[in-house]
């Protein structure tokens, strides 16, 4: 029966200190469907033993194809192993350690080099393993985004949410001028600001600084977040943290909110020159 055939996805391993390693050469790689496969290698008395495997619960229902190259200067000395993997991983003689110093495998620099592949056993393999990827993928897509909106109700309900846009400085200033947010205005009368000090991009040396400002109201212990948005919400920074509010405008929060170097780097973070927070507090009544 003719079957299609992938290829397969080869892999270059370099054995260093080969007559000195006890313990074996761990490698690993990922191929191109995503699935991350172990390459052990070790020695057993005159014998280098080689282990493919993988944990991806979808890839060990199926049958792979692992083709082993211990390549020579000599092309007609290459040595070559094929076997197939499925479920549980079992070892594999390639090769005698006593023949592959005798036949010049081994450099001089006491180096070994095998390459490994691995493939589905044929086409239709490769499809029905795809398509299972696919649906556990899926499935756990939609469950991250039931728990993204669970967690965003959560945090509508409990915290008192308001944006704010702050602009990014671009000449320097003797001193740093503040923004604030308009105020969020809690159950107990007590107003609730946001205080940005935005970096400026001609002094390598100012941060972003971001602070939660008690501008009126009752001394209290509060909950509070602090998120910059950006425009792939994956990348946006979120941070958490609670603080006893003493005094009237003292402010909260960090002095370094986002790493200087990796908010310049990244436009996302502040499309034409604007920073967007999203903030909330939480006062922990007694």
């Known amino acids: 029966m003719f079957e299609l055939i992938p290829a397969y996805e080869m892999q270059t391993c370099t054995l260093v200190n080969f007559d000195r390693v006890c313990f074996g050469w761990p490698k690993h790689f990922t191929t191109d469907s995503d699935v991350l496969w172990n390459v052990f290698l070790h020695r057993k008395g005159d014998d280098l033993f080689i282990k493919v495997f993988t ?6 229902q199926f049958p792979y194809k692992v083709l082993v190259v211990i390549p020579h200067a000599d092309l007609q000395k290459t040595i070559q192993r094929k076997f197939t993997v499925c479920g549980d991983p079992k070892e594999q003689v390639i090769a005698s350690y006593a023949a592959l110093f005798k036949e010049g495998f081994v450099s001089p620099s006491n180096e070994l080099v095998i390459k490994v592949g691995v493939r589905p056993a044929n ?7 795809l398509r299972q990827q696919y649906q556990s993928l899926k499935t756990r897509l ?7 909106n669970t967690m965003e109700k959560q945090m509508q309900s409990k915290f008192c949410i308001m944006h704010f846009n702050a602009f990014v400085s671009k ?5 740093q001028e503040a923004q604030h947010s308009a105020a969020i205005i809690d159950r107990a009368d007590r107003h609730w600001v946001l205080r940005v000090y935005p970096f400026e ?6 941060n972003l600084k971001v602070f939660v400002v008690l501008r009126k109201g009752s ?16 990348q946006s920074v979120l941070q958490t943290t609670e603080s006893l509010f003493e005094s009237i405008d003292a402010g909260y929060g960090w002095h370094c909110f986002v790493d200087r170097k990796k908010l310049m780097a990244d436009a996302g973070f502040y499309p034409n020159g604007i920073l967007r927070f999203r903030f909330g507090v939480q006062p922990i009544e007694k």
């Not at 939609?142 to 993204?148: A, I, P, R, W, Y």
């Not at 991009?201 to 100012?206: E, G, N, R």
């Not at 001394?219 to 994956?234: A, G, V």
């Open 55 to 60: 944990a991806n619960e979808a890839a060990v």
């Open 123 to 129: 086409i239709i393999t490769e499809s029905r393993f």
């Open 142 to 148: 939609t469950t991250l985004e039931k728990q993204q």
């Open 171 to 175: 000449t320097p200033k003797k001193t």
């Open 201 to 206: 991009t001609s002094l390598p040396d100012t």
């Open 219 to 234: 001394r209290t212990k509060c909950r509070y977040f602090i998120e910059l948005i950006h425009d792939n919400p994956q």
